[in-house]
C-alpha cells in the first residue's frame, strides 16, 4: 500500500511510498458492504505449504544485473495491496477533508456517496488502484501514482477492472473484518480463473489457477506479524521467499530476493527466477504475490541447504 499520511495530506501534498498487509483468521469475505454493487470473491481454500525460518533483507541490484526488458516481456507481472481496515490513519476522521477529491473519481465518489460502509469500499478502490499501479510501474518506470488516472470499473463476483491510459489491470479483491487485499494481474492475460488458498491462524494464502496453456499462475498470501517491533521488511520477504521456495521445490535459504529501481525480484542461488513479485506491508500485515513462478529445468542444487 503507498502511505500518504493521510492525516497530513494537503491538497498539494504528493504521494509517497509505503505498503501495506493484513491478517485473516478466517475466510476472506465479499469486500464491498451492503448497498454497493456485487464485486465479492468466491474461493475455496487448500493448504498452501509454507517453510519458517528463511527470513533475510532484501539487497540492491544495480541496473546492470538484469535484463528487465526480457523479463518484462516473459513474466506475467503482478501487483498486490493490503490496507489494515483498522489503522488508525485509515480511519475517516485522520483523513484530510479533501482526500476523497483527490483520490477518486467522479463515479467512484458516487459510489462511496451511497455505500453502507464507504470505510471499506474506500480502502478497496485504494488497494485496487494501488496493486495495478504497481504493474504499471514495472511497464513503465516513468509512470507516476496519480491516482484518478487509475479507474476502478466493477465486472464480477470478486473482480474489478483498474484502467490507467492504453493498459488495462484484472483485479481480484478479498477482505476480512481487518484487511482488504487486492492483487493486479495485466488484463492481457485473461487469468485468475479461480481462487484457492488456506486460511490458518491469523494468516491467509490464495493460489490462483494458472493460465492452462501457458503454465503461468499467481500465488498470494497475507500474514500477521507476530511481534510489535518485527521488521515488516524482513518479515514479508520471508514469507516471500518461503511461498516461492514452495512452489518450485527448493529450500528457501536458496532463495533470495534483490530489488531493482525498488521492484521485488527473486534468485535461486545466482540465477534469476522466473517470476514476478510484489510485497507490501502497513501496521500489524505483511502481504507478498508472485506470477509465473517456473521451475527451473536444472534442479540438482536444490538439495538441503
Known amino acids: 500500500m503507498r502511505w500518504v499520511g493521510f492525516s497530513r495530506l494537503s491538497p498539494d501534498a504528493s504521494p509517497s511510498a509505503c505498503t501495506c498487509v493484513a491478517t485473516a483468521s478466517a475466510r476472506g469475505r465479499p469486500y464491498l458492504p451492503a448497498g454497493t454493487p456485487s464485486i465479492s470473491i468466491s474461493r475455496s481454500w487448500s493448504r498452501f505449504p509454507i517453510i519458517r525460518g528463511c527470513g533475510a533483507r532484501g539487497t540492491s541490484l544495480n541496473r546492470s544485473s538484469i535484463d528487465s526488458s526480457g523479463w518484462r516481456r516473459s513474466t506475467l507481472l503482478v501487483g498486490n495491496d493490503v490496507v489494515d481496515l483498522r489503522d488508525s490513519e485509515s480511519q475517516p476522521e485522520a483523513l484530510h477533508s479533501r482526500f476523497d477529491a483527490r483520490v477518486f473519481t467522479a463515479a467512484e465518489r458516487e459510489a462511496l456517496g451511497v455505500s453502507a460502509a464507504p470505510h471499506v469500499l474506500r480502502w478497496t478502490l485504494w488497494a485496487a488502484k494501488e496493486s495495478a499501479y504497481k504493474i504499471a510501474k514495472k511497464l513503465d518506470p516513468t509512470v507516476r501514482f496519480l491516482w484518478r488516472e487509475f479507474s476502478t470499473h466493477p465486472m464480477g463476483e470478486g473482480w474489478l477492472v483498474v484502467v490507467h491510459g492504453p493498459h488495462s489491470f484484472d483485479v481480484r479483491v478479498s477482505r476480512t473484518d481487518e484487511w482488504v487485499h487486492s492483487v493486479a494481474t495485466h488484463s492481457s492475460a485473461r ?35 507476530t511481534r510489535s517491533d518485527a521488521d515488516p521488511s524482513s518479515a514479508v520477504r520471508k514469507f516471500a521467499r518461503a511461498a516461492v521456495g514452495s512452489r518450485v521445490e527448493c529450500p528457501p535459504s536458496q532463495i533470495w530476493i534483490a530489488a531493482e529501481r525498488g521492484i521485488p525480484v527473486a534468485f535461486w542461488r545466482e540465477r534469476r527466477l522466473s517470476v514476478d513479485l510484489s510485497l507490501s506491508h502497513h501496521g500489524r500485515f505483511v502481504a507478498w504475490a508472485y506470477g509465473d513462478c517456473v521451475i527451473p529445468d536444472d534442479r540438482r542444487g536444490f538439495a538441503a541447504a
Do not use: K
Open 191 to 225: 487469468h485468475c480463473s479461480s481462487t484457492h488458498g488456506s486460511a490458518r491462524h491469523g494468516s491467509a494464502r490464495q493460489d490462483w489457477a494458472p493460465l492452462r496453456s501457458a503454465g503461468s499462475s499467481v500465488g498470494a498470501g497475507v500474514e500477521r506479524l
